[in-house]
Nanobody, 125 residues
Framework: QVQLVESGGGSVQPGESLRLSCVVSGFPLDSYAIGWFRQAPGKEREGVSCVNSGNGMAYYSDAMKGRFTISRDNAKNTVYLQINNLKPEDTAVYSC??????????????????WGQGTQVIVPS
């Protein structure tokens, strides 16, 4: 049974950092690509980053480049999303997901079938 469980969210001040975790079960992490997405209040879900399983290549949405870093620890079945210099516009529910493919594709939400429950990040203005 495929499961993804996120953690690490919280309420932080602007300029601080967070590391989100996504623990997967039901399959070896090195089998499939994992994507991170976020959904802000009143907005559509958007892709943040994705990491392939085959070559470990990471991708970032243009708006996320520079402050976001995705990494994976296959031994711990965990994918991380490091977010630095947090801004109020980063306030959202962050979720990880897999499309049961080795490759990220276009890391659009509708391509991904399995999702975690999400973890809330709040950055007050």
């Amino acid at each position: 049974q495929v499961q993804l469980v996120e953690s690490g969210g919280g309420s932080v001040q602007p300029g601080e950092s967070l590391r989100l975790s996504c623990v997967v079960s039901g399959f070896p992490l090195d089998s499939y690509a994992i994507g991170w997405f976020r959904q802000a209040p009143g907005k559509e879900r958007e892709g943040v980053s994705c990491v392939n399983s085959g070559n470990g290549m990471a991708y970032y949405s243009d708006a996320m480049k520079g402050r976001f870093t995705i990494s994976r620890d296959n031994a711990k079945n965990t994918v991380y999303l490091q977010i630095n210099n947090l801004k109020p516009e980063d306030t959202a529910v962050y979720s990880c997901a897999t499309r049961l493919s080795r490759w990220c594709g276009h890391y659009k939400a509708n391509e991904y079938a399995y999702w975690g429950q999400g973890t809330q990040v709040i950055v007050p203005s």
